[in-house]
């Protein structure tokens, strides 16, 4: 059994508590060890296993005292202070330098900790970087002890690092599997090289990716979590960080439609991948190479900007883009869900209120209704289309209504107070209105098998938002 109290209690600190999380798994795999064979352990593959191959989380220096006498006597004074803790109790402890740690904020001896071990920080020779000129970040060897496990829970993703930061016990397993548990198996088969590497080298493109898995493995439809990505380096004289977030909001829409639209989000995914010099092939929903007129595979174009990622981490609506995708079914004659993306995506991200919702269906029935009787799809799709603005869209709207009464119906479009309470409510932007309107009606035009030759000339209209293909 290991012979030291380390607390897992998190810190906040994305590579402290990974690093515990680490810690903690090989303290439950390898229960007969103690923390300084763990220690051990983790040296021997950083040095034998990988070849020292960490310097994107060690730096330079740090990787150089790797197996040595003195970094082992630096880690039994961690141990030692922690025993000491243990059976006096911290607030008992006489200390000269006794303080609260930076990251845990426990009252113990602490110790200056630099770049050498903690990522992101200042160096020992760059003085100004921390208060009061200090020599590194305080803090206590419990802390200490869980940074040194921070290569067992990264992946190499492009030049630098990813450490998913999660909220939710189920998907931290599986990260925990995901690099831990993965590293072991592949150290035990001799054929691990270095620190995993990933398909992926866009951060933003892994990230959902890694959403996808865990959606997939938990099987969970309750299942919600905030996700946070550290794209980072502590390598050289280039260190580096960038944070992509996944709200909760994000999470729960992307848990809906891969686990009940899983074909359409595929689809509607792979066509906002920017490709040069190629064309989408609605027949069998894949891109064509322009090079050599052949299909091309998912790996081509992996790591590519996507419209549809970008969006979402940016808040920005793909209300606009999921119109094009049930306009693009209907004029293709392509089968899609039962349920549309776009209701799980106003639900869930734009918090859009069912009354609200089934209002837009009353209106998007009236508008078929009267294209029914008139015979004249296309004059509603265009009117409804080609609303640019809100005015535009007021003024269509105030057109149906009357075109509604002329018709001789019984009920009115829209009653005024259903106008001002529910269908514009304050802080509801016009252009999600006429979008949900257009993607109802094109799901009713494709259930009732309109003709589509009656339509496909809307086509020609100049849509406010258009998906992009273009750049790499």
């Known amino acids: 059994m290991s012979n030291v109290n380390i607390s897992f209690k998190p810190t906040g600190d994305p590579f402290v508590d990974a690093g515990g999380n680490a810690l903690k798994y090989l303290m439950e795999m390898f229960s007969e060890k103690s923390i300084s064979d763990l220690i051990e352990l983790a040296t021997e593959i950083y040095v034998t296993d990988w070849g020292k191959n960490v310097y994107n989380v060690f730096h330079t220096n740090a990787v150089k005292k790797l197996g040595t006498e003195s970094l082992r006597m630096v880690f039994d004074s961690y141990i030692k202070e922690i025993e000491l803790s243990d059976s006096q109790g911290s607030d008992k402890m006489v200390f000269t330098k006794k303080r609260n740690c930076e990251i845990c904020g426990q009252l113990t001896i602490l110790y200056p900790s630099s770049r050498e071990f903690f990522p992101l920080t200042g160096s020992g020779a760059l003085v100004n970087y921390y208060t009061s000129h200090k020599e590194g970040s305080l803090i206590c060897g419990n802390c200490s002890i869980k940074l040194f496990f921070l290569p067992l829970i990264v992946i190499q993703t492009g030049e630098m690092l990813a450490l998913l930061h999660t909220e939710n016990q189920k998907s931290q397993e599986y990260w925990i599997k995901k690099t831990i548990a993965e590293n072991i198996s592949k150290i035990s088969k001799k054929i691990s090289v270095g620190i995993i590497k990933s398909e992926f080298g866009n951060p933003k493109n892994a990230l959902f990716k890694f959403a996808s898995d865990i959606i997939t493995e938990v099987n969970d439809d309750t299942l919600s979590d905030y996700l946070q990505l550290y794209h980072f380096t502590n390598f050289g004289a280039a260190p580096n960080c960038d944070i992509y977030r996944l709200p909760n909001p994000i999470f729960l829409f992307l848990n809906k439609v891969i686990r009940y639209c899983h074909s359409d989000w595929y689809v509607f995914i792979q066509k906002h991948y920017h490709i040069k010099k190629s064309s989408w092939d609605y027949t069998d929903d894949q891109w064509i190479s322009g090079k050599d007129n052949q299909p091309m595979s998912e790996e081509d174009y992996l790591n590519n900007p996507n419209d549809v990622f970008g969006r979402l981490l940016n808040g920005d609506s793909i209300l606009g883009f999921l119109r094009k995708f049930y306009k693009d079914a209907y004029i ?133 938002t258009e998906e992009t293909n273009e750049g790499a």
């Open 332 to 464: 293709h004659n392509k089968r899609h869900s039962q349920v549309t993306m776009a209701i799980y995506y106003i639900k869930e991200v734009l918090g859009m209120r069912q009354e609200q919702i089934n209002l837009i269906k009353k209106v998007a029935n009236v508008v078929f209704d009267l294209a029914q009787k008139e015979n004249n799809y296309k004059k509603y799709l265009v009117m409804l289309e080609g609303a640019g603005k809100a005015y535009q869209l007021r003024s269509v709207l105030l057109r149906i209504i009357k075109e509604n009464y002329k018709s001789g119906a019984a009920e009115p479009v829209i009653r005024l107070q259903d106008y001002v309470d529910y269908l514009f409510p304050d802080g509801q932007f016009w252009g999600e209105v006429r979008d949900l309107m257009l993607i109802y009606l094109y799901e009713r035009l494709h259930d009732e098998n309109i003709n589509r030759q009656d339509v496909v000339d809307s086509l020609d209209i100049v849509e406010t």
